[in-house]
C-alpha cells in the first residue's frame, strides 16, 4: 500500500475572518476617536493611532485611507444596529411603537457609546471628521431602504422608501445633535429619552400613509 503525501503546510498566518477583520475596524476608531478627543484632530497622527489600536502603521493603511476615515466604523456600527432594529420590529405593530424600543444603542457599551458622543461633538468643530460623518449617513441609507421597502411591499430603489429612509437617519442624527447641544448642567431630557422623542417623530413620518 503505498502512502499518500500530506499536503503541504503553507507558511504564514491564517486570513483573517470578516467578523474579525470588523472587531479590528471598530478597535481603531475607538483608539483614534480617543486620541482626537484628548489631543486634537491635527495633533493626531496615524502612527500615535496605530500605536494605541496595538498594529503596525502600515497595517492601519491597509484598512482605512486618512486618519480621519478610522473613526467611521464607530458610526457605521449604530447604524447597522438601528437599521437591523427596524428589521426585526414585528410587520404587524406600528412602527412608530419601535421609538420606544432604544436597545439599538443603549445595549452596546457604555465607553462606545460615549467615544459616539465624543465624535459627533468634534463633527460640529472638524470638518474633515463631519464628513466622514456624512459618508456614513448616506451608506446607511439604502439598507434602511431596502428594510422599509420589504415592510411596506415596495422595491428597495423606491424614492419615497429613501426618503423615509433619510427621514429616519436623520431624526436619529438631529436627537444626538439636540442632546449634546445643551450647555453642562442644563435642563433636559436625557440621552436616552431625548433619542425615544427623536425616534417617535421619524417614524411617524416613515409610517404615515401616503
Known amino acids: 500500500m503505498t502512502d499518500t503525501a500530506a499536503p503541504a503546510r503553507r507558511g504564514g498566518r491564517p ?3 470578516e467578523s474579525r477583520k470588523d472587531e479590528i475596524r471598530l478597535e481603531i476608531a475607538m483608539a483614534a476617536v480617543r486620541l482626537f478627543t484628548e489631543h486634537g484632530l491635527d495633533a493626531t497622527s496615524a502612527g500615535q493611532i496605530a500605536e494605541a489600536a496595538g498594529i503596525s502603521t502600515r497595517t492601519l493603511w491597509r484598512y482605512f485611507p486618512s486618519k480621519e476615515a478610522c473613526a467611521a466604523p464607530l458610526l457605521s456600527f449604530g447604524l447597522d444596529r438601528f437599521t437591523a432594529s427596524v428589521r426585526a420590529w414585528p410587520g404587524d405593530r406600528p412602527l ?3 421609538a420606544d424600543d432604544t436597545s439599538w444603542f443603549s445595549d452596546t457599551s457604555t465607553t462606545r457609546l460615549l467615544l459616539v458622543l465624543d465624535l459627533l461633538r468634534l463633527t460640529c468643530t472638524e470638518p474633515t471628521l463631519d464628513a466622514v460623518w456624512v459618508r456614513c449617513y448616506a451608506e ?10 420589504e415592510r411596506f411591499g415596495r422595491e428597495p430603489g423606491d424614492l419615497r422608501m429613501r426618503v423615509k429612509s433619510s427621514m429616519l437617519l436623520a431624526a436619529m442624527h438631529q436627537g444626538m445633535r439636540h442632546y449634546l447641544a445643551r450647555l453642562p448642567g442644563e435642563p433636559g431630557l436625557s440621552l436616552q429619552d431625548t433619542i425615544r422623542a427623536a425616534a417617535r417623530i421619524g417614524f411617524a413620518a416613515a409610517d404615515a400613509p401616503e
Request: hydrophobic fraction near 75%.
Open 96 to 98: 412608530v411603537e419601535a
Open 140 to 149: 446607511a441609507v439604502a439598507p434602511l431602504a431596502a428594510v422599509l421597502a
Open 15 to 17: 486570513p483573517l475572518s
